[in-house]
């Protein structure tokens, strides 16, 4: 061959190479939303919310397994303003997590661009403000994580796919709301119940077909149950988790949680009326939409259907049932089950007790008696420059204690790669629900009373599903493992926003002395400054 049909084919295979390198990058998706308020009517009576470009629930977020968001968050409100991910793990990256312990809130008209990956997850999430009390008043949203075409999902592929948003909802401005818990009171119930910010709304299907339906509970406080009348609900997914696909009249959905179920329209052609109502509740807070099969003539009727009878006894026993498909790939290639948690001894034990003390005469709400207060620098920022007198390592112990409660800025240290077990010891009358950022972790086991070392016997460790936020029930416990491959500042918190806002929280530490990019991503050069770190340089 000539030197001039070698050099032909050289360019050929470099054209072919860099083409499959471009294809194999994982793709960049790029936004720009701009948070305002408005004006609605979500339960009859006018009342101002908060939107992202004109929208009440905000944009839905429909990404793929690694896609990096771009995302350009422009403030109109009158006052700071974040978004957190909720579930999305910012693998490497709590710089990007939108919670005052890693983020300087977004001045009013001003604008950050968050930058992160939906590395090696799929699956049914949300986001919503971690600022104040702004998530009463809108600003939430939902985002899937969509299995990239390489890899198999456990089902076929559904007909459509539905994300409802479920949550209860105030009348009350979000600043009255405030001015409420600020005073030391607790919150009155809610006024009512939401599908994606509507009182009513229509879901259309045809016949025959099977749907994917993603609920998720954005509310503030209250547990709901969500059931479709005269169709069954087949789990497949909870917060990125493939699970045993078993069948269901109706589910429980705990505040900050997710799952998606799979319904097949195999009745009649007519209208049916999808309900979420509230659960464990002296008054029951119900709101209703409706399933519409394309070939209907006849409206919804009939009586609604009705929840579960009982209460905490059949909730926990449904809880249990949720169990990890141990064959099935989640977002990469190997199976579930290829990481057997179970087998694995922990390194450390943290047992966390909640409780709703006085304070100086004012309801905080405490873990382990230290309700936490917001710096005005974030943590992650005082821990880069090494800024003093911000936070403290050693006012939160990792077991309760009976000692007076009292305020502080609390983070508990732990090691990069620590496995550790953690206890939710809820002593209260009233539900609990725990989210960690950074994280899913495996819900090993339920139970009512105290735990003791005995509850061990009887946890799940050989299929228990990865989730993001576990409940609580009252005077019970709920234990968790997890393995600490994310280092970074990761908030572990409430999901009832009340409680989260006087206090029951902390961050984990997650650390690494040694400096490296394999471990964590370097500060972002347009993080934004505030408090003690103004005048730092990223």
């Known amino acids: 061959m000539g030197n001039t049909g070698l050099v032909h084919v050289l360019c050929l ?12 990058e994982d793709a960049y998706k790029f936004y720009t939303w701009t948070v305002t308020y ?22 839905r977020l429909d990404l793929v397994t690694n896609d990096n968001v771009i995302l350009n968050l422009i403030n109109k409100l009158d ?13 490497k990256n709590s710089w990007q997590d939108g919670v005052l312990g890693t983020n300087c809130p977004i001045p009013p008209n001003s604008n950050y661009t968050y930058k992160f990956q939906t590395k090696d997850q799929i699956g049914t999430y949300t986001y919503f403000p971690s600022t104040k009390l702004h998530k009463a008043s809108g600003g939430f949203g939902g985002l899937n994580v969509y299995h990239r075409s390489v890899i198999p999902i456990p089902y076929p592929n559904p007909d459509g796919d539905f994300t409802l948003l479920v949550g209860d909802w105030y009348k009350t401005s979000h600043k009255v709301l405030s001015q409420t818990l600020d005073s030391g009171k607790s919150l009155a119930f809610p006024d009512g119940l939401l599908i994606n910010g509507q009182a009513h709304s229509t879901f259309s299907a045809n016949q025959g077909k099977t749907y994917m339906f993603r609920i998720s509970n954005v509310g503030f406080s209250t547990s709901i149950n969500f059931r479709i009348q005269g169709h069954k609900l087949k789990l497949v997914e909870v917060e990125g988790s493939h699970t045993i696909q078993n069948l269901y009249d109706s589910l429980d959905v705990h505040v900050g949680q997710s799952v998606a179920v799979l319904v097949t329209l195999d009745q009649p052609p007519k209208d049916y009326y999808i309900v979420a ?57 190997n199976p ?17 007790a909640n409780s709703a003390p006085l304070i100086n005469g004012k309801l905080r709400y405490a873990v382990n008696m230290v309700s936490y207060v917001n710096p005005d620098t974030p943590l992650k920022l005082a821990d880069y420059f090494n800024i003093p007198g911000v936070f403290s390592m050693n006012s939160l112990q990792s077991t309760p204690s009976n000692g007076p409660a009292y305020v502080a800025t609390s983070v508990l240290p732990t090691s990069l790669h620590d496995f550790i077990e953690v206890v939710f010891q809820n002593n209260e009358n009233t539900m609990q629900s725990w989210h960690l950022d950074g994280y899913d972790f495996w819900v090993i086991g339920y139970g009512f009373g105290q735990w003791t070392e005995a509850s061990r016997s009887t ?27 994310n280092q970074g500042m990761w908030n572990l918190r409430s999901a009832i926003w009340e409680r989260q806002y006087l206090g029951q929280q902390f961050y984990l530490r997650v650390w690494n002395a040694q400096h490296s990019l394999a471990n964590e991503y370097d500060i972002p050069n347009n993080a934004l400054l505030c408090g003690k770190a103004v005048g730092h340089h990223p």
């Open 459 to 485: 946890y799940n460790l050989v299929d228990a599903l990865t989730r993001h936020t576990a409940q609580v029930y009252p005077n019970s416990w709920t234990t968790i493992l997890v393995s600490l491959d």
């Open 336 to 352: 579930q089950g290829s990481f057997h948690y179970g087998k694995i001894t922990p390194t450390k034990i943290i047992k966390l």
């Open 13 to 24: 295979v470099l054209a072919l190479v860099s083409v499959s390198l471009v294809q194999a």
């Open 38 to 59: 408005g004006t609605l009517s979500p339960l009859g009576s006018p009342q101002q919310v908060i939107l992202i470009n004109g929208q009440f629930p905000g944009p």
């Open 79 to 91: 006052e700071p303003f974040l978004l957190t991910w909720n579930g999305i793990k910012q693998r």
């Open 277 to 333: 109502s509230t659960r464990f509740t002296d008054t029951v807070l119900t709101t209703t939409a409706v399933l519409h099969y394309a070939n209907s003539n006849s409206p919804v009727s009939g009586p609604l259907p009705a929840p579960p009878a009982d209460k905490y006894d059949w909730s926990m026993q449904q809880a249990r049932t949720y169990r990890w498909n141990l064959t099935a790939n989640a977002a990469r290639p």
